[in-house]
């Protein structure tokens, strides 16, 4: 049965450090999560976009539409790195300035024509449109005085534009064979933030304004931010030392794949392999099938990015190709380290048995002992919180870390924002668990005969294989994670496999769906995504409730016909020379022998025969 234990003063120490955690994260990082306004959801959105066309008389009947959400990038990142979260807030609030966005696009296959629209998703207004129509489509012909006051009114009416806060920013006249395209943009006075205090680094500038041709308004915006040249060369210069970063990692991990292969093609007879293969090739399949989902659930992103210019067919064909070959990939990725990391916990680990899904295999997935591994994930997932929110306030403090939040936003997208933090949670903690922590504690701890350099080793490739998030310094994120990384070993190490993934799951899953869980919103996305969360802990009632005593079963050695050849050589020689090693300990005999070269297998049935005459082992 399972025996691992967790003492009260344990348990106190633990949830001590996870309340110190959430009150560390609701200090420094629940403001800026908060931050994300889900005030209108989509089916209003597009309400709002159609309305709009209906009132200028546009005939928009027979046209697809696809809705995303999006954050206003640039903006953020120029306004955290100058003026710093609470700053971006006081600008917002200011300014009218609307940070999250729903961009609609109604378009009509192979033809040209579209509408796009922003519509802000706290307040529902649309603050831009573009209608896009052919190069040689004709309109009626405005002077340039004509055209501006058609402009100015237009955003008086729509948006209370004031002229005298505004300064002439631009004035262009775009000549098509049918038809002239006068352009008009105003400058806010009151908005000048220097890049910089170099001369001539440049400065931000928010800007108003629209686009006509003949009568009609082709195009708007209410509020476009600007940043200054130097600074899109600079984050442009920090993502590329990102993705060097990451093309080195990618080294490192492509070596620890090939060497969860080795593993595999060596000790493909593994008892441990043997026994676990089924319930991985299953986590494998269903993880395939959530990457199939997850192309469904993100259609509208599909629809959104689809280049008229091409038969909508082919264009979806190439994306189910392209989907299906990526999912076949990360799931045998995930496969491979699984079964090589439950071979080489066996091997490396034995004492801890409750770091490796084989033993949980053996005995049972419900009982009060894992309920209490569960409910630990749930305290690690709070101190990595915690942990990660004050990495990252001396960050900012010390080194002049900003974080970009344009993931937060991401699940709205998805027709199930629910399923998309359930998906993302359980593949990235399955994958990564299993290869991090799993599979490459273990692999360290053979190549290194060190539990510590393993432990360091995987940590850093497990972090810096992140330094293409967008935090920057880009060189941040990979230390961040590093040191999670660290505290997540230590936690496998000393309580198993079940807190980390859960823990990991956790942690992934409710970063997603923050902007559901902590600001305004609807309630079928905030009780979906609240249910994710819940799910871990259903399966920990389940097991409390069930509670069964199951034994550890007996595990036997599956040998090939080359292991019994090689076994019956080692008896023979353990038997010519049992002086060697009839005073020792058993574990202290396999070990020794296996370090010589021999297959453990092999060694540790040539024990049992040796020291148990009567017991068996399972043949090809």
């Not at 593949?427 to 510590?452: H, N």
Request: aromatic share 16%; net charge positive; glycine share 6%.
């Amino acid at each position: 049965m399972i025996t691992m234990q967790i003492s009260k003063k344990t348990w106190g120490a633990l949830m001590a450090f996870a309340f110190l955690g959430f009150v560390v994260w609701y200090q420094f990082s629940y403001p800026q999560l908060a931050f994300v306004k889900h005030a209108v959801d989509k089916a209003e959105a597009l309400k709002v976009a159609r309305s709009y066309l209906d009132q200028e008389g546009y005939a928009f009947q027979g046209f697809n539409h696809a809705i995303v959400f999006s954050l206003d990038t640039p903006a953020n990142q120029y306004l955290q790195k100058t003026i710093g979260f609470k700053g971006l807030k006081r600008f917002v609030d200011e300014h009218d300035f609307d940070m999250f966005l729903w961009l609609i696009r109604l378009y009509r296959e192979r033809e040209k024509e579209e509408f796009r629209l922003a519509v802000s998703a706290t307040t529902g207004e649309i603050v831009s449109f573009n209608h896009v129509i052919e190069e040689g489509e004709a309109r009626a012909i405005l002077t340039k005085t004509e055209a501006r006051e058609r402009v100015v009114n237009f955003l008086k009416e729509r948006f209370d534009f004031d002229p005298q806060e505004y300064t002439v920013k631009g004035d262009f006249l775009t000549k098509k064979d049918n038809r002239e395209d006068h352009s008009f943009s105003w400058r806010k006075k009151d908005v000048n933030i220097p890049w910089s205090d170099e001369e001539g680094s440049g400065t931000a500038k928010l800007i108003i304004g629209a686009t006509v041709s003949g009568q009609e308004i082709l195009s708007f915006s209410k509020n476009t931010f600007k940043v200054p040249e130097k600074f899109s060369r600079y984050i442009s210069e920090l993502k590329n030392t990102g993705r060097n970063l990451n093309a080195v990692i990618l080294l490192f991990y492509t070596l620890l794949f090939m060497s969860a292969v080795y593993f595999i093609l060596v000790k493909r007879n593994h008892l441990a392999m043997h026994l676990t293969k089924v319930f991985y090739i299953k986590i494998a399949v269903f993880s395939f099938l959530l990457s199939i989902l997850a192309n469904f659930n993100y259609f509208q992103e599909i629809l959104f990015n689809y280049p008229t210019t091409s038969p909508f067919k082919d264009y979806l064909l190439r994306l189910v190709l392209n989907s299906l070959r990526g999912a076949v990939f990360v799931n045998f990725a995930l496969l491979m380290p699984s079964l090589s990391g439950e071979l080489l916990h066996y091997e490396h680990f034995k004492k801890k048995k409750e770091g490796s899904f084989l033993y949980y295999l053996n005995t049972t997935f419900f009982s009060r002992n894992v309920a209490a591994s569960i409910l630990l994930g749930y305290l690690v997932m709070v101190m990595l919180l915690g942990l990660q929110s004050f990495m990252v306030e001396v960050g900012q403090r010390y080194w002049g870390v900003w974080v970009e939040y344009s993931w937060l936003g991401q699940l709205s997208t998805a027709y199930l924002p629910f399923l998309a933090a359930f998906t993302i949670g359980f593949k990235a903690s399955m994958s990564e668990e299993l290869m991090f922590r799993l599979f490459a504690i273990g692999w360290g701890k053979q190549i290194f005969r060190s539990t510590v350099v393993a432990v360091i080793i995987s940590s850093v490739v497990w972090g810096f294989a992140h330094s293409s998030y967008p935090v920057f310094p880009m060189w941040f994120r990979g230390v961040e994670v590093t040191l999670l990384g660290i505290f997540l070993s230590l936690i496998y190490l000393r309580f198993g496999i079940i807190p980390v993934i859960i823990a990991h799951f956790l942690f992934d899953a409710f970063w997603r769906s923050s902007g559901y869980l902590l600001s305004p919103t609807y309630d079928m996305n905030f009780y979906g995504c609240l249910a994710v969360l819940l799910l871990p802990l259903i399966w920990a009632v389940v097991a409390i409730i069930w509670n069964k005593e199951v034994p550890e079963k007996a595990m036997h050695w599956r040998l090939s016909k080359k292991q019994l050849f090689n076994l019956e050589v080692l008896k023979f020689y353990l038997k010519s020379h049992r002086a060697l090693w009839d005073a020792k300990p058993k574990d202290q005999v396999v070990k020794e022998v296996s370090s010589n070269g021999w297959d453990i297998a092999v060694v540790e049935v040539a024990m049992e025969d040796l020291k148990d005459p009567g017991s068996g082992k399972d043949e090809e």
